[in-house]
């Protein structure tokens, strides 16, 4: 039995639609009046999140796990932006940016940036033990992370590299160093998981300041995102100091425990 006929755009009872209709109307007004099925989708709510794909890849998503845990009523949505070339998704609560100091927002990680290498690129070198060996290595190259500032550092007046392909995002660089593609200029707290698992190693310092730091801005009236705000902002604490310790038990390991034969003989002496 049709219940509609449609008009244009819109949608007409048919003589039998309004029988039925009276019917059936004490039972819709009841349902109405209880909308179970809609309940839970009411009490959540909504943070959206616009963060740059390395940072949310990760930083961002592998401690996404406890913000999610503790505010189950809390619908997340994470978005991608592509800092480069100024392209953002669109209106968020919560903005992740790479910026210059002076930019507004809260900084999240106080990093360094210092040469890194798979092992496996290291074993078909010679060996790097001072800034300068990096004559002998392919650097990777990208226009966020130039490596004329960490040069002017460690006392080297070269330009910038020209040599390779040039990746426009900090995530492509380390999986292009992973790959034993070349010696990368990275950051401790980007690295760590590689770090940690020895895929990466330290080279030497100085350490330098990145030229863009990630910072965080809470767009949103909702006191959602001011939480998570200051929830992002502890997690990246933790991450650079569990980095740096990593970096500086790579480059400065303790020493290894004596042998017997060597305690032997600092007892004869």
């Given at each position: ?5 449609r008009?244009?755009?819109s949608?007409a ?5 309004r029988?039925y209709?009276d019917?059936?109307?004490s ?7 209880m ?7 009411q009490?959540r ?8 794909p390395t ?8 401690e996404?796990?406890?913000f999610?845990?503790?505010h189950?009523?809390?619908e ?10 100024d392209?953002?998704?669109?209106s ?18 106080d ?18 033990k001072?800034?300068?060996d ?6 990777l ?9 960490w ?19 900090l ?6 160093a ?11 707290s980007?690295?760590r ?11 030497f310092g ?9 910072q ?11 939480e998570?705000?200051d929830?992002?902002?502890g997690?990246?604490?933790r991450?650079a100091?569990?980095?740096?310790a ?7 390991p303790p ?5 017997p ?9």
């Amino acid at each position: 039995q049709p219940l509609f006929t449609r008009q244009g755009k819109s949608l007409a009872l048919t003589a039998g639609g309004r029988d039925y209709l009276d019917q059936v109307r004490s039972a819709l007004a009841l349902l109405a009046a209880m909308p179970q099925h809609r309940r839970a989708a009411q009490r959540r709510r909504r943070l959206r999140v616009c963060a740059p794909p390395t940072f949310a890849r990760l930083i961002l998503v592998p401690e996404l796990g406890s913000f999610t845990q503790a505010h189950e009523d809390l619908e997340l949505e994470i978005v991608l932006s592509i800092p480069f070339l100024d392209v953002n998704a669109g209106s968020a609560d919560v903005e992740v940016r790479a910026s210059d100091a002076a930019a507004e927002g809260d900084m999240l990680l106080d990093d360094v940036v210092l040469p890194m290498a798979a092992p496996g690129l290291l074993a078909n070198l010679p060996a790097l033990k001072a800034p300068a060996d990096l004559r002998h290595a392919p650097l990777l190259r990208t226009p966020i992370e130039p490596w004329r500032p960490w040069f002017m550092a460690a006392g080297l007046d070269w330009p910038e590299p020209t040599d390779g392909p040039r990746l426009v995002d900090l995530g492509l660089t380390l999986e292009a160093a992973l790959c034993g593609q070349g010696v990368v200029l990275g950051r401790p707290s980007l690295a760590r998981q590689a770090l940690a698992e020895g895929r990466l190693l330290p080279l030497f310092g100085p350490f330098t300041r990145p030229q863009l730091l990630y910072q965080v801005a809470p767009h949103g009236g909702d006191g959602a995102a001011a939480e998570f705000c200051d929830w992002l902002t502890g997690c990246c604490a933790r991450i650079a100091i569990d980095a740096m310790a990593l970096v500086q038990d790579r480059l400065h390991p303790p020493p290894a425990p004596a042998t017997p034969e060597e305690l032997s003989g600092r007892r004869r002496r």
